[in-house]
């Protein structure tokens, strides 16, 4: 079981790296909270998207993920509820007020942390465009008499979030170094957010704009 050769490997990893170094929400919403709220935010909207995506992960093995292939109504329903989410965090980043957000309490940092978290996990999963990418990238890694087709399916899903986590993890550190800068220099750190909240909008609208 799970019995691949070395080209295998090297063609998945290469394809892997590439796809989690393509600008996406996900990144961008991640350098957001990281530049907004600090490094643990950061890792906390990381390890949301992290869920959302094994959520995906999930239903490409079981086969769910097809739904939203074949099915019209379920990817606009999905599609326009992840496109208004996306246009939603993104007005709250425009309309934030900078940098003013890390003196905070204690209680008030861990909702923070919570609330990243959250957001992190609904800007993944209600991506349709993240499942539908899984039900047509992973299958061709499915190879005979290696396993079922579920659990190659589940094998390289994860392996993807694995890869993700060698590329957003520095990402978020090189991201946390904004910090000192910016709670020095609020106009900065508030054209950071109008800029990132911008992009946001942009994905959001772009979702919207996208066919089946």
């Known amino acids: 079981m799970f019995d691949y050769n070395l080209a295998h490997w090297i063609t998945f990893f290469t394809a892997a790296i590439l796809l989690n170094l393509s600008p996406g929400p996900d990144m961008i919403f991640i ?4 530049s907004k709220r600090g490094i643990r935010s950061g890792f906390a909207s990381v390890f949301g998207i992290w869920i959302g ?29 992840g496109a208004i989410y996306l246009i939603w965090i993104g007005i709250q980043s425009i309309r934030s007020k900078g940098s003013n957000n890390f003196k905070i309490d204690d209680d008030v940092a861990t909702k923070n942390l919570y ?19 899984f039900l047509a990238f992973l299958p061709q890694f499915v190879e005979p008499f290696a396993g079922t087709v579920s659990s190659q399916l589940f094998l390289h899903g994860s392996l993807i979030i694995v890869v993700a986590a ?23 750190s508030l054209w950071l957010d109008r800029g990132l909240g911008s992009l ?13």
């Open 115 to 133: 609330k990243s978290l959250r957001q992190g996990f609904l800007v993944s999963l209600l991506n349709p465009k993240v499942a539908i990418f």
């Open 166 to 188: 060698f590329i957003e993890i520095p990402m978020i550190l090189i991201s946390g170094k904004l910090i000192n800068y910016l709670t020095k220099n609020e106009k900065v």
């Open 53 to 81: 995506t094994f959520v995906h992960v999930i239903f490409a093995a079981l086969g769910l993920s097809a739904i939203l292939m074949t099915s019209a109504l379920a990817f606009s329903i999905v599609k326009w509820i």
């Open 31 to 34: 350098v957001s909270q990281t």
């Open 200 to 212: 946001l909008v942009l994905l959001g609208l772009k979702l919207a704009t996208t066919n089946n």
